[in-house]
């Protein structure tokens, strides 16, 4: 007997625990296969865009924070850059590897909690999750150690950082890169075998390296599809090529790939740690006398490697040459 | 280190290639016809020397005379970059053809800024706002939109003294 199947409609959110934010889809399912999808964005949309051009270039490193609040450090830094390049600003030697530490712990954070609430979304309910926030947690204390916030860190500054770290946090940081590979072994028995994960993930939403190209995907992603393209080796920034890393990829483009790739990336951090704690050099943190706001024309921007992908500001200044906005 | 593609080097190219699509350049990018885009778009995409896949962003800055549509190009497969802008003159109607059909991943973008910007392109397959609901009145993005629906403004006041009278806008 044939059994007659029509598709039909299915709101996943706005508010729904597996959303991870305010985002709607508009699924369009047969039986249990969804054919179509269709995203509603723009719940939280906070016109950051619109609130810069009345802002100094100082006055907006606090909203490249909470573009993505799980990667703070990767987005003040990507805005940084943008500003630094535009007024041909060189920071000093040290405040280049405070950068990269603080962008490679932000890393693992952000990776903890991409990983362990993929888990928890899968059907592991709690256990890996809260494995990974533990050690996430860990990073965070690193980050009020530097500076006094845990999530919207606002840290870096053009020309800098807004302060060296205190002597504490060398130490600690060090301790904990000793004990990562431990807990990473420990995710990677408890995950990557899981019979659950595996027949959940594999096989799933798969991307070929032309479709992940075409559609302008990056980062984990781009490379859980086979593309060994990491923007930190392809045009380093901050210290980055001063550090040995290797770029891990994927083989099959899968949901599988993309948190094999994530759990690897994590290895590749704690490696650039390493090295990054000990051939950091003593010195000035910030260019205290240039790391002011200066007119400057034309346009500029540099892409840095964000945990979820490519991230590059773009800035166009006012002709002006002060602010992006008319005034009569 | 990825090279940049200079905006003179790319125009040259261009104008070999395909005569009369380049408008002007300057050092970051170089400014293409909007009538000769698709053309321009795929030779950048498929020239060997080029092989500009990936399209990293692409972005609509508001000009006050005219719109400008930029496009930030890769080549990952070479390690080079360059960037590309389209004017759009046209300030009730600015219009540019959608390069969705070369780049997929403009889809998105292509939506964001008709949706911020309202600059409407041509051949998009699916043209909906994105961020805002539709029926939303008027282009928050533009630099004329300082007052919002209901007489709010954008920001604070930063300057002693600054006239709070619309810019000409809609009100």
């Not at chain 1, 540099?302 to 166009?316: E, L, S």
Request: proline fraction near 6%; charge should be negative; charged fraction near 25%.
């Amino acid at each position: 007997m044939t059994v007659q199947t029509e598709p039909f409609v299915v709101n996943l959110g706005p508010q729904h625990p597996s959303t991870h934010g305010v985002f709607r889809l508009r699924l369009t399912l047969d039986g249990e296969k969804i054919i179509d999808a269709d995203m509603v964005m723009g719940y939280l949309h906070r016109s950051m865009e619109k609130l810069a051009e009345e802002r100094t270039y100082t006055q907006n490193i606090p909203f490249t924070d909470r573009t993505d609040y799980l990667a703070a450090m990767t987005g003040n830094l990507a805005y940084v850059i943008a500003v630094e390049k535009l007024c041909g600003i060189e920071p000093p030697e040290r405040a280049q590897w405070l950068r990269t530490i603080m962008c490679e712990l932000q890393r693992i954070a952000s990776h903890c909690m991409a990983v362990g609430i993929f888990a928890n979304d899968c059907g592991a309910w709690q256990t890996p999750v809260m494995h990974m926030l533990r050690d996430r947690e860990k990073v965070l204390d690193l980050f009020e150690m530097a500076c006094g916030a845990r999530l919207t860190l606002n840290y870096m500054r053009i020309g800098g950082v807004s302060r060296d770290v205190p002597p504490e946090f060398m130490p600690a940081a060090r301790k904990l890169i000793k004990e990562l590979p431990k807990k990473l072994n420990e995710y990677e028995d408890l995950l990557l075998e899981n019979e659950i994960i595996v027949e959940r993930s594999r096989g799933i939403g798969v991307l070929t390296p032309e479709q992940a190209m075409a559609h302008s995907v990056s980062g984990p992603m781009l490379r859980a599809s086979g593309v060994a393209w990491d923007i930190r080796k392809a045009d380093p920034y901050a210290a980055y090529d001063k550090v040995d890393f290797d770029i891990a990829v994927g083989v099959h483009g899968d949901v599988y790939d993309r948190f094999v790739v994530r759990l690897a990336e994590m290895r590749q951090s704690v490696k650039i740690l390493e090295q990054a704690l000990d051939l950091i050099p003593e010195g000035a943190s910030a260019d205290s006398d240039r790391a002011t706001d200066r007119p400057a024309r034309g346009a500029a921007g540099h892409p840095a490697a964000g945990r979820r992908g490519v991230w590059a500001y773009r800035i166009t200044p006012g002709r002006a040459g002060v602010l992006p906005r008319e005034r009569r | 280190m990825t090279r940049t593609i200079a905006g003179l080097d790319i125009a040259h190219r261009i104008e070999q290639k395909i005569p009369g699509a380049v408008e002007g350049a300057i050092p970051e990018a170089a400014t293409v016809k909007a009538d000769k885009l698709a053309e321009v778009c795929t030779f950048l995409r498929d020239d060997p020397e080029l092989k500009l896949e990936f399209l990293s962003s692409l972005t609509a800055v508001d000009q006050l005379e005219y719109f400008e549509v930029v496009y930030h190009l890769t080549s990952i497969r070479l390690n080079q970059m360059t960037a590309i802008k389209v004017k759009a003159s046209d300030r009730e109607n600015p219009r540019v053809p959608s390069v969705t059909p070369i780049w997929p991943g403009a889809n998105l973008q292509e939506r964001e800024a008709y949706d911020l910007m309202g600059i409407v392109f041509e051949g998009h397959p699916d043209l909906r706002r994105v961020f805002l609901w539709d029926g939303f009145d008027g282009w928050p993005l533009r630099k004329d939109y300082l007052v919002g629906p209901g007489g709010r403004f954008p920001g604070l006041e930063r300057f002693p003294g600054e006239s709070r009278e619309p810019l000409g806008g809609r009100g």
